[in-house]
């Protein structure tokens, strides 16, 4: 055993002798030291990578901590996740308060205080909501709401009113971006409230248990007006997006935007074409625009109501070549792609609250052609139109030409539209601020056009909404010519 030790140990100095004699002393130190150092390196980061860090971090944010600690719960209110704060809850309860949807602003509380059992108490916060909530009135006759409406918005005057063939209807039937922001702003500070035309009605058992209309419960703080807004023939029409003829949108339009897609955030824009050709999306029509209002000002919209789009289908929906003559121009892909994208924005568009109405396929009025006529044009806003934006039980009529006068409903046409799932019918009627009858299977409602000629013709008819002649753009031709 000696032996063998007295082997090794004449080895290992023969070893360094040998290292010495060919480095020296110092590089062999040097040597010996890195060889320590690299283990011991890998070591430590080794242990970094793969042992966590329990020592805590005082520069977190304590709110960020909670956060991370408390798992994610799906909102029943809201459908998306809910707040993990105190603050971040306070200020999604306080937005759906805003609206006047008490109700769900405290359940979103209490969804928060079954989530964490942990959280801050809110008795005090939940008393000031049922106290808001106790200042709200049972709005007294939903007969007595006014209904404005619009075509698409003029984004470059410049180009709408140049001059040519078409300025004078442009003129005569449109509002310029800035008009309405201005109607929106006017409206609001004098205490209208939107409300989703459906509110307006609800249904309940009569005494034969028949399922019948009669007025539907609106909850306002004293003051407060409700309205209902739409917009016709959002449908982007080539005269007034193609300027040079070729089916397709382009910067020799007369300044609209040319269709409905969705952004990047999610939500539903304007895609639109600036005078240099730039191709750009943003807020150019009454959609985005009302939905900018409404974030400034969330009071402005009842338990998130939002407008009517009324679409033909003539010239396909959105500004996407869905009509059936496109087949033939574009590949089969490129169309079934028309189709898919006018879908996915149909789809936005109901999500953000918005209603989508038929206005008729062909744009005639219903009041004037035969039975015949209207059934098929009917039969084809069902074959072509909504199989891309669903269901419709809004009828908005073109050119508000309604089927009957003041009388109830009866007849051929009225068959025709019932059995077709429209119970809600609106016409055209700016004699009065409101027009509204109720019957026990629909609806009629007037609306008011907040057009050019409206707005400088008539201004005293439409004085309890807006002060007209504050409102009109300085870029509108003046004087609006006559009807």
């Known amino acids: 055993m000696n032996g063998l030790k007295t082997s090794k140990t004449e080895k290992l100095n023969r070893f360094w002798a040998a290292m010495f004699d060919i480095f020296g002393q110092k590089k062999t130190a040097l040597f010996c030291f890195i060889g320590l150092l ?54 999604a309860a306080d937005k759906i308060a805003a609206g006047y949807d008490y109700d769900n602003a405290l359940k979103l509380v209490e969804e928060f205080e079954a989530a964490y059992t942990d959280c801050d108490d809110h008795t005090a916060y939940k008393e000031k909501l049922n106290n808001d909530k106790a200042l709200c009135v049972r709005y007294e006759d939903t007969t007595k709401v006014s209904h404005i409406f619009f075509h698409s918005l003029i984004a470059d005057t410049s180009r709408a009113f140049d001059g040519d063939e078409d300025q004078d209807g442009y003129n005569l039937y449109m509002t310029t971006v800035d008009e309405f922001n201005a109607i929106m702003q006017q409206m609001y500070e004098r205490g209208y409230v939107l409300v989703d ?54 910067a020799k339009s007369d300044g609209f935007a040319n269709k409905l897609v969705i952004g990047d955030d999610g939500k539903v824009t304007n895609e639109y074409y600036e005078k240099d050709g730039t191709l750009v999306t943003g807020s150019y029509d009454v959609l985005p625009l009302l939905e900018d209002f409404i974030e400034k000002h969330p009071d402005f919209s009842y338990r998130g109501a939002r407008g009517i789009l009324a679409v033909t289908g003539f010239e396909g929906v959105f500004g996407y070549h869905t009509h059936p003559d496109w087949k033939s121009i574009l590949t089969e892909d490129e169309y079934n792609n028309e189709v898919k994208q006018a879908k996915a924005v149909s789809e936005a568009i109901k999500a953000q609250g918005w209603t989508i109405a038929c206005h008729s396929y062909a744009h005639f009025g219903y009041g004037s ?52 799932g429209y ?16 019957h026990d299977g629909y609806m009629r409602q007037g609306r008011i056009n907040l057009d050019g000629y409206r707005l400088y013709h008539t201004q005293s008819l439409i004085s309890n909404l807006i002060d007209a002649a504050t409102v009109i753009d300085k870029n509108r031709p003046l004087p609006v010519p006559s009807l």
């Open 38 to 91: 690299i283990p011991t390196l890998l070591l430590v980061i080794g242990v970094r990578i793969f042992v966590p860090d329990t020592v805590p971090n005082d520069d977190i944010d304590p709110s960020v901590l909670l956060e991370q600690s408390r798992e994610t719960v799906i909102s029943e209110v809201t459908g998306e996740a809910l707040p993990k704060t105190e603050e971040k809850l306070k200020l």
């Open 197 to 250: 035309i459906h509110s307006m009605i609800k249904t309940v058992t009569d005494e034969n248990g028949n399922s019948v209309y009669t007025q539907g419960d609106i909850y306002l703080p004293a003051g407060k007006k409700p309205f209902v807004l739409s917009v016709d023939d959002v449908n982007y029409y080539k005269y007034m997006t193609d300027g040079d003829g070729d089916g397709y949108a382009d």
């Open 369 to 420: 052609c035969n039975p015949y006529d209207l059934a098929a044009d009917v039969q084809k806003w069902e074959d072509q139109v909504q199989p891309i934006v669903g269901d419709a039980d809004v009828l908005i009529y073109p050119f508000g030409q309604d089927i009957a006068g003041a009388e109830d409903y009866e007849g051929q046409k009225y068959d025709t539209l019932k059995a077709a």
């Open 423 to 438: 119970s809600i019918f609106c016409n055209v009627d700016a004699s009065n601020d409101y027009w509204v009858q109720i």
